[in-house]
T-cell receptor
Framework: AQTVTQSQPEMSVQEAETVTLSCTYD???????LFWYKQPPSRQMILVIR??????QNATENRFSVNFQKAAKSFSLKISDSQLGDAAMYFC?????????????FGKGTRLSVIA | GAGVSQSPSNKVTEKGKDVELRCDPI?????LYWYRQSLGQGLEFLIY????????KSGLPSDRFSAERTGGSVSTLTIQRTQQEDSAVYLC??????????FGSGTRLTVV
């Protein structure tokens, strides 16, 4: 079974600075997708960024980018120019790409605080 | 609808009572998922529905938990004889095949 590990339960960053959230995963599959979700206090899970395993290029969405290291099974999220609205729980998630519409497997999350 | 709608937003129930949680997915989304999020924990998969296929119930923690999806749309998660350890946020999500999920805002269940 696939597992996702987020080793940082809590992180903090100064406003306008850069922070990196770590995620590692364990799988024997070669075809899969990786995601970062943000969960603010409203509880609404919001998709931040997505990476297909077959793509070598790291995904980027505005201030959010990932460092995808397939051999190391690492998928970290970098947030640049941090804003107060970035404060939330961040979840890393994995989904198989070869077995249809399978459920996401989530890590336990990292709580990010942004200091003004 | 514009998003995934879950009701109620919050539910307090007495131990031993049955509860029903509702999820109204985005129209046209073929897949629907239920997850449970306990305090300080990640999201635990419970069950998912894909079109007219038999649901994947592999994540349901006990036979007190069941779910159905009527007409390929609205889903109801039922917890019978609730226990205090069932207290959690129950999240529903829907998606098209191969797309990312759209989540609802969840139902916070408190069993007293």
């Amino acid at each position: 079974a696939q597992t996702v590990t987020q080793s940082q339960p809590e992180m903090s960053v100064q406003e306008a600075e850069t922070v990196t959230l770590s995620c590692t995963y364990d799988t024997s599959e070669s075809d899969y997708y990786l995601f970062w979700y943000k969960q603010p206090p409203s509880r609404q899970m919001i998709l931040v960024i997505r990476q297909e395993a077959y793509k070598q290029q790291n995904a980027t969405e505005n201030r959010f980018s990932v460092n995808f290291q397939k051999a190391a099974k690492s998928f970290s999220l970098k947030i640049s120019d941090s804003q107060l609205g970035d404060a939330a729980m961040y979840f890393c998630a994995y989904r198989s790409g070869s077995r249809g519409n399978t459920p996401l497997v989530f890590g336990k999350g990292t709580r990010l605080s942004v200091i003004a | 609808g514009a998003g995934v709608s879950q009701s109620p937003s919050n539910k307090v129930t007495e131990k031993g009572k049955d509860v029903e949680l509702r999820c109204d997915p985005i129209s046209g989304h073929t897949a629907l998922y239920w997850y449970r999020q306990s305090l300080g924990q990640g999201l635990e998969f419970l069950i998912y529905f894909q079109g007219n296929s038999a649901p994947d119930k592999s994540g349901l923690p006990s036979d007190r938990f069941s779910a159905e999806r009527t007409g390929g749309s609205v889903s109801t998660l039922t917890i019978q004889r609730t226990q205090q350890e069932d207290s959690a946020v129950y999240l529903c999500a829907s998606s098209l095949v191969w797309e990312g999920y759209t989540f609802g805002s969840g139902t916070r269940l408190t069993v007293v």
